[in-house]
C-alpha cells in the first residue's frame, strides 16, 4: 500500500514489536496467512474464515497452529503467497517470539495495573491487554465475516462492521477491504470513515511513506 526508505522500514518494523509486545506476530508469517485470507476467502482453505469453525476460539486455535507450522516449516505455503513479503528482520523476530519476552512483556503489563488500577476490576482486563492481538484478529476474522452490511458481491460472507470498526480503526470494513485488495483506504462510500487511511494520507504528505496508487 505504501513505500518508505530503508530507516523507516526498520523503524515501523521495531515498532511494530513494541506495540504489540506479548501478542507479537512475525509479519512474514501474517502476511503469508493474510494472502490466503483473500484468495481463499471464507473457503476451505481460508486460515480464518468464521463459517468452518463452531466458534470464534477454535478458529483462533487454528489460525494460531497454522502460524506456528509456517514459522516451523513443518508446513510449507504455495509459492504464490511468499513472493515478496519484504522486510525481513530475522534478529528481531527471534528475540520478539521468544518466550522469555513474552513473559517480560506480561511482567511489564501486569506492573502497569498493579501501580495505576484504581481497584481490582480492573484487572480483568489484563488478559485482553495480554493477548490484543489475538482478539484483534479473533473481532476482525469473525465479525467482518458475518456481521453487517456489503457494498459489493466478492463471492464471500466480508462484510463492513461499521460502525463499531471504527474503535478498530476501519479494519472491519472487511467487504470493501476484499474487493480492492491494494487500496490503503477501506472505506468507499461517502458515510464510511477509515481512520488509518487518513493518519497514512498525513503521513504520506509530510513524506514519511509514500502511497502506492491501488
Known sequence: MYTTGTKREKLFYFLTWFTQGS?????RAYAVMHRMHHVYSDTEKDPHSPHFFKDVWH??????????????GK???EPEFTKDYLPVWAKLDKFGDHMITRIAWVAVYTSIYIAFAPNAWWFLLLPVHILIGPVQGAIVNWC???YGYSNFDNGD?????EPFGLFLLGELFQNNHHKFGASPNFAKKWFELDPTY???RFMSFTRIIKLKKA
Do not use: A, E
Open 157 to 161: 460472507h466480508s462484510k463492513n462492521s
Open 144 to 146: 467482518g465475516h458475518k
Open 75 to 77: 508446513s510449507l505455503p
Open 198 to 200: 487518513q493518519i497514512m
Open 59 to 72: 478458529m483462533m486455535i487454528h489460525t494460531r497452529l497454522m502460524y506456528n507450522n509456517f514459522l516451523t
Open 23 to 27: 501478542s507479537f506476530l512475525i509479519p
